[in-house]
């Protein structure tokens, strides 16, 4: 007696139907071998899609039939279609299953494999459902990109929204209880003074939990504007069209957000070192002179409870330094970076010249912005007549509507950063020269924010205490120049520059070289 395997299949869409249950497949499937003298050894029934063999109960057959190789005659299916909707794979499985003795048979379109012509026939069977498949697909798609263009969103609801009907019992978004925190997260954002990763902690706190990868991607959807972006098609350029849902953001907060996104501009605020100690304000701008790491400090407490403060290495653990000696060698080394009076002035008026031609090329570029932004407004206007008066389509209509209000807020905002006030700079110049003239005095005032700040514009590399003296290898190039030229003013006190600034003799600076005739 032959033995074989019944398969019957359905999709979820084929449920309804007539004719395609599980149950009726079944019994047709066993009323066929009972008479034709066949033995049914395993049953599969599926609700899976037919378009790949990755289905459950198929690879548990697969399994069955590697097991009882031989012993297995026939698949027995009661149409092709219900073997698989993918040509490619279904003559890929037939040969496999020949591989275990098993040949696959259709009992309503029966087909002898073994003679050659009838494997167009097979062909045919296979194909078709292909091609319904395929043809299911693009009538799918249509329907949702028709469904887009109407302003409907169609899929799954994003964060923030939720999936209802209107009045018609179209699909629609509505706001859900997670609005607020989106609406929060594009305005935090916006501000330019949070990361990504601060604004997601902020929101945790809240409450409110959204991975990374997501908040990337919610943060560049127009859906939050209430506008649907439709990819570009063979035959349709891409489109953005207005939906029928209520934004939660507004668009003047979503441009902003797309232009720090693009520029990179939103960086952690973490420091990359911090300390609440006043009494070593040097942690982290030290390094070891015998290995070159960076240094640490630490506090300890003697026997008469007096507490003391000792920057040391965790490296190498050669060097310990008292805070104090240390601390009151960087005011030496910082008293010795001035300049003088003559040289103040000369460095103003350098300055000043460098601004004002920068100011100059600004305002240039600046009434070139304002210029194009006046053409694009007027764009806009003749945009508006050409919808009033029908010859333009309501999607391209909005389209472009939508393109040149971002091109116009872009150049607003460029326009708005870069409006620099000429009395502003004075102030400023008058003030970092203020600086320069009492970096020691200015240092011993600062908090420890603020000499962190001073100390790290000064000093482009760590600083070195060789047990009696702070040394560097190399100072801010501004700073540099400044006192450069005020060698210049030396004249036959070049030699003395070495003297009077501790600069490690290991490292050649130019800045603190013999002055040459260009400079």
């Known amino acids: 007696m032959k033995t074989a395997v019944i398969m019957s299949r359905v999709s979820t869409d084929e449920q309804a139907k007539t004719g395609y249950s ?16 066949i033995e049914v050894v395993y049953t599969i029934k599926e609700d899976h899609s037919a378009k790949s063999f990755d289905r459950p109960e198929y690879k548990k057959f697969l399994e069955f039939i590697k097991k009882n190789k031989g012993k297995v005659d026939y698949l027995l299916v009661t149409t092709w279609d219900r073997f698989s909707r993918n040509t490619t794979d279904s003559y890929e499985m037939i040969r496999k299953l020949k591989g275990y003795g ?28 292909h091609v319904d498949n395929e043809r299911r697909s693009i009538k799918v ?13 169609t899929g799954k609801a994003p964060k923030g929204y939720k999936n209802s009907r209107d009045e018609f019992n179209k699909p629609v978004l509505v706001k859900s209880d997670a609005a607020p925190f989106i609406k929060y997260a594009f305005e935090e954002f916006s501000k330019g003074q949070k990361s990504q990763v601060e604004i997601l902690d902020d929101l945790a706190n809240r409450g409110f939990i959204i991975k990374k990868n997501l908040f990337s991607l919610i943060l560049r959807n127009t859906v939050y504007i209430s506008k649907l972006h439709l990819p570009a098609t063979d035959n349709e350029p891409a489109l953005i069209v207005n939906a029928r849902h209520e934004p939660i953001i507004s668009e003047t907060t979503f441009i902003k957000v797309q232009e720090l996104l693009s520029n990179g501009k939103i960086k952690s ?19 070891c002179k015998e290995c070159g790491k960076k240094m640490t400090g630490s506090g300890s407490r003697s026997r008469n409870g007096q507490r003391h403060f000792y920057y040391h290495c965790n490296n190498c653990r050669k060097t310990r330094h008292k805070a104090e000696v240390v601390n009151n060698s960087l005011h030496s080394l910082l008293s010795q970076l001035t300049i003088k009076t003559e040289v103040q ?9 460098v601004f ?13 912005y304002t210029i194009e932004i006046k053409k694009l407004k007027k764009k806009a206007e003749q945009l508006n007549d050409l919808f009033l008066n029908g010859k333009i389509q309501l999607e391209d209509y909005n389209e472009m509507k939508t393109q040149l209000r971002m091109e116009i807020q872009k150049l607003e905002g460029v326009v708005e950063n870069k409006n620099v006030n000429q009395d502003n700079f004075e102030q400023h110049l ?8 009492n970096l020691d005095n200015i240092y011993d005032k600062s908090d420890l924010n603020g000499k962190h700040k001073l100390l790290g514009s000064t000093f482009s590399e760590k600083l070195v205490f060789d047990g009696k003296k702070c040394r560097t290898g190399k100072i801010n190039e ?8 005020d060698k210049a003013y030396e004249g036959n006190k070049k030699r003395q520059a070495d003297k009077k600034i501790d600069l490690s003799s290991k490292v050649g600076l130019t800045g603190f070289e013999p002055v040459t005739p260009c400079l």
């Open 22 to 37: 599980l149950d009726i497949q079944d019994k047709s499937l066993r009323e066929h071998c009972s008479s034709n003298n």
């Open 102 to 129: 098993v040949e696959v048979q259709a009992i309503q379109q029966p087909l002898d494999l073994s003679i050659p012509e009838t494997k167009v026939l097979l062909a045919i069977y296979l194909t078709m459902p």
């Open 141 to 153: 798609k249509e329907g949702m990109r028709a469904a887009k263009k109407a302003g409907r969103f």
């Open 269 to 287: 605020k973490h420091p990359q070192y911090h300390t609440k100690k006043e009494e070593l304000p040097l942690r982290g701008f030290l390094k």
């Open 345 to 353: 002035k000369l460095y103003k008026e350098i300055v000043k010249i």
């Open 356 to 368: 004002e031609n920068e100011f100059k090329d600004k305002n240039e570029k600046l009434r070139d």
């Open 430 to 437: 008058k003030k970092g020269l203020g600086v320069l003239r």
């Open 478 to 485: 501004a700073v540099s120049l400044i006192l450069n030229i």
